[in-house]
């Protein structure tokens, strides 16, 4: 409950709107219409689920993890590799659209982009980027997917409206549109 109050203390109303977005300077946790302040979170997590318009059976998954402990122990394209020769035979029939080194704002990371068949025979979409990050809050461990043709509530695969290369622009203009908020330095408690 101290907590809870805490934090309380800390909330306040920033303008989000279609003509004005008020992006706080000091270190904190944004979303629509407020902030929380606080220069010592040592232990943020966040991940959020974004729909894309007219597309519904595709979403954007983020991650943001500035704890060490998320840091994986090999980069995303070894991992990838090493699950490749796990699947075996299955692995033949996903096909990798692309996959290397990419910068996504000030973060270096890596990408890897896959369509694989579902239960139906239809083809979906897997696309992930990743950073590794220093397991702080200025450079968190971040991960990005892209997933079309997911499973509906019922179980049943969508079949994906985007093609190969619709998808590959839809992903491009998703990482292209990321950008690190702008922070000042906390000041010293008093």
């Given at each position: 409950m101290n907590r809870v109050q805490e934090a309380l203390s800390r909330l306040r109303p920033r303008a989000d709107t279609d003509t004005d977005?008020?992006?706080p300077v000091d270190p904190g946790f944004c979303f629509a219409g407020g902030f929380?302040?606080?220069?010592r979170w040592r232990n943020e997590e966040a991940s959020l689920d974004i729909d894309i318009a007219g597309h519904p059976d595709a979403f954007v998954s983020v991650w943001i993890y500035p704890l060490a402990s998320h840091k994986h122990d090999k980069p995303l394209l070894d991992r990838m590799g090493g699950m490749a020769?796990?699947?075996?035979?299955l692995a033949t029939s996903v096909r990798v659209l692309r996959k290397g080194d990419r910068q996504?704002?000030?973060?270096?990371g890596q990408e890897y982009l896959a369509t694989a068949p579902g239960s139906n025979g239809m083809r979906s979409h897997a696309f992930v980027w990743e950073t590794q990050g220093d397991g702080t809050l200025a450079t968190p461990a971040i991960k990005i997917e892209l997933t079309t043709g997911?499973?509906?509530?019922k179980g049943n695969q969508q079949k994906t409206s985007l093609t190969d290369q619709e998808a590959m622009k839809l992903w491009d203009d998703v990482l292209n549109s990321f950008?690190?908020?702008?922070?000042s330095q906390p000041v010293p408690p008093a």
């Amino acid at each position: 409950m101290n907590r809870v109050q805490e934090a309380l203390s800390r909330l306040r109303p920033r303008a989000d709107t279609d003509t004005d977005t008020d992006i706080p300077v000091d270190p904190g946790f944004c979303f629509a219409g407020g902030f929380i302040a606080n220069p010592r979170w040592r232990n943020e997590e966040a991940s959020l689920d974004i729909d894309i318009a007219g597309h519904p059976d595709a979403f954007v998954s983020v991650w943001i993890y500035p704890l060490a402990s998320h840091k994986h122990d090999k980069p995303l394209l070894d991992r990838m590799g090493g699950m490749a020769q796990f699947l075996g035979n299955l692995a033949t029939s996903v096909r990798v659209l692309r996959k290397g080194d990419r910068q996504v704002g000030p973060y270096p990371g890596q990408e890897y982009l896959a369509t694989a068949p579902g239960s139906n025979g239809m083809r979906s979409h897997a696309f992930v980027w990743e950073t590794q990050g220093d397991g702080t809050l200025a450079t968190p461990a971040i991960k990005i997917e892209l997933t079309t043709g997911y499973h509906d509530g019922k179980g049943n695969q969508q079949k994906t409206s985007l093609t190969d290369q619709e998808a590959m622009k839809l992903w491009d203009d998703v990482l292209n549109s990321f950008r690190l908020r702008p922070v000042s330095q906390p000041v010293p408690p008093a």
